[in-house]
């Protein structure tokens, strides 16, 4: 019973080809979010949503499309794969000013374009 | 907007030693303060945070951090570390009482522990 569960784990992948990411959790919490973490540990937010509303969208290629469903879920989907979008992502979950009840992380799917 | 500092990328220590790695912030609003660890290959987990209250907070596995407002700064430290303790370490903040606001992250310290 994971609190953050994204699939899958590992993605490799061709440059030009389109790819998703799914994220869900069972905590039951308000807001999700997509981090990117690259080569050098660096985590940097993408996007969140508050209750399937988009209330954060970083300076993110176009390419870059998070899509919430319901509350518990919120993917990411990528297309035309780029060499450098190779990095680690990294959803998470929180309630409303999060700090109160901390974030959650998935474990992370490492994504590799070759 | 929020910054995070983290002063040191790489902390290298022996076994059983005494550690602290420090982190400064920067904001112009009240924040909420927290440390996260990352074993190679893994997700982030937390290991405390400093919400309000006393600003010594102890987390899991020995860790504490203290807050110091003037100097705004969350230093890590832990009295006596082991090698399984060897793992990335991000000092993070976020705003108070803002809805769906994010966790912005430090570049991270690698710790480092030998024998």
């Known amino acids: 019973d994971t609190a953050v569960s994204q699939t899958p784990k590992y993605l490799v992948t061709q440059m030009g080809n389109d790819k998703s990411i799914k994220c869900e959790q069972n905590l039951g919490h308000d807001t999700m979010y997509w981090y990117k973490q690259d080569s050098k540990k660096f985590l940097k937010i993408m996007f969140s949503y508050n209750n399937k509303e988009l209330i954060i969208n970083e300076t993110v290629p176009n390419r870059f499309s998070p899509k919430s469903p319901d509350k518990a879920h919120l993917n990411l989907h990528i297309n035309s794969l780029e060499l450098g979008d190779s990095a680690v992502y990294f959803c998470?979950?929180?309630?409303?000013?999060?700090?109160?009840?901390?974030?959650?992380f998935g474990s992370g799917t490492r994504l590799t374009v070759v | 907007a929020q910054s995070v500092t983290q002063l040191d990328s790489q902390v290298p220590v022996f076994e059983e030693a005494p550690v602290e790695l420090r982190c400064n912030y920067s904001s112009s609003v009240s924040v909420y303060l927290f440390w996260y660890v990352q074993y190679p290959n893994q997700g982030l987990q937390l290991l405390l945070k400093?919400?309000?209250?006393?600003?010594l907070v102890k987390g899991i596995n020995g860790f504490e951090a203290e807050f110091n407002k003037s100097q705004t700064s969350f230093h890590l430290r832990k009295p006596s570390v082991h090698i399984s303790d060897t793992a990335e370490y991000f000092c993070a903040v976020t705003p108070r009482y803002q809805a769906g606001t994010a966790l912005i992250f430090g570049k991270g310290t690698t710790l480092s522990v030998s024998s």
């Open positions: 400093y919400l309000s209250g006393s600003t």
């Open positions: 998470a979950s929180s309630q409303p000013g999060g700090g109160n009840y901390g974030y959650t």
